[in-house]
């Protein structure tokens, strides 16, 4: 029917970093199919980073439920509509039983290859992988501009993680901050970690200008915030793919887990891996891994970022 609207479902992760370094793609999706109507499925985590897409109809959330029933909520929400591309990044049932003229699945990954060339394949772009992108909304711009008005440049510590051998010794955040070029420090984190920040915030106040975040910013707010900042430094988290997302130097710290799946995507990114890593299953102290990188390393990692 002419004038009806092109329809775009886009089913992404319920995980922070995944859910951001599936941004890459969907704008890809979105120059190639120019759809009229974008719906999101994603878990409520990295919900907001996708409320500024362009032409976004809605955002359904899948919150899981016991015996994979948010599958049938979707799939219930989705059923009675004609898509015209489904990008289905959970290779879920729910894409094999609605209506669409063309499909992309993500099937399975290899732990060899960074995980934005893994998604890149979906689509066959195997010569242009994209960067990750988020979409700031006017809103979330203006808050980070008074949160973090013109002034001194801004080093960001993301010194929280999802799991903690993930995390690098809190003393040797605030030693890396002490011998940078920076006046002004934010740092970042969700609510619940406000306990693992603290000691850094604590003890950095009594030198620098610091910005403290912690439970303060949704992902979409904290995006803002960091595109503001000129160097991050942060553990293997979603912070750390967010901030790759919005172009700043960033700086990746690995234990235990997989860089070269989840290193930072993007122009100005690199890590530091103290200690080889060759799976989870192999790692005896996974704290160790963590407690291997040096502040040196970190030091002339973030200097060459910069």
């Known amino acids: 029917m002419i004038g009806s609207p092109k329809k775009c479902l886009f089913i992404t992760s319920n995980r922070l970093g995944d859910a951001v370094i599936s941004t890459g793609l969907l704008e890809q999706a979105i120059a190639r199919f120019k759809p009229t109507e974008v719906t999101i499925a994603c878990g409520p985590i990295p919900a907001p980073l996708f409320t500024a897409v362009p032409n976004l109809k809605r955002i359904i959330i899948l919150d899981k439920k016991e015996g994979g029933m948010h599958w049938l909520k979707l799939w219930l929400e989705v059923f009675p509509h004609i ?33 934005s060339h893994q998604l890149a394949k979906v689509m066959g772009l195997l010569d242009n992988v994209p960067y990750n992108k988020i979409w700031l909304s006017e809103a979330a711009k203006q808050q980070a501009q008074t949160i973090l008005h013109d002034g001194d440049p801004v080093l960001a510590l993301c010194p929280t993680a999802n799991w903690q051998p993930k995390t690098w010794p809190a003393e040797r955040f605030i030693d890396v901050a002490l011998r940078l070029p920076f006046q002004r420090v934010a740092i970042f984190g969700a609510e619940h970690e406000r306990e693992q920040a603290a000691p850094i915030i604590t003890a950095l106040q009594e030198r620098f200008d610091v910005i403290d975040l912690v439970g303060k910013t949704n992902p979409l707010e904290a995006a803002a915030c960091l595109a503001r900042c000129n160097l991050c430094i942060a553990n293997d988290s979603g912070l750390m793919h967010i901030a790759a997302a ?8 690995f234990g235990p887990s997989n860089d070269v799946e989840y290193s930072p995507h993007g122009s100005r990114t690199a890590f530091v891996r103290g200690a080889p890593f060759y799976g989870l299953e192999y790692t005896t102290n996974p704290f160790g891994l963590m407690q291997a990188i040096n502040v040196d390393a970190v030091v002339k990692a973030a200097k060459r970022l910069i």
């Open 246 to 253: 919005m172009g700043i130097p960033t700086l990746g710290l």
């Open 83 to 115: 898509w015209d591309v489904v990008i289905d990044l959970r290779n879920s049932a729910v894409s094999y039983l609605i209506f669409s003229k063309k499909t992309f699945r993500f099937t399975k990954g290899v732990e060899t290859e960074h995980k």
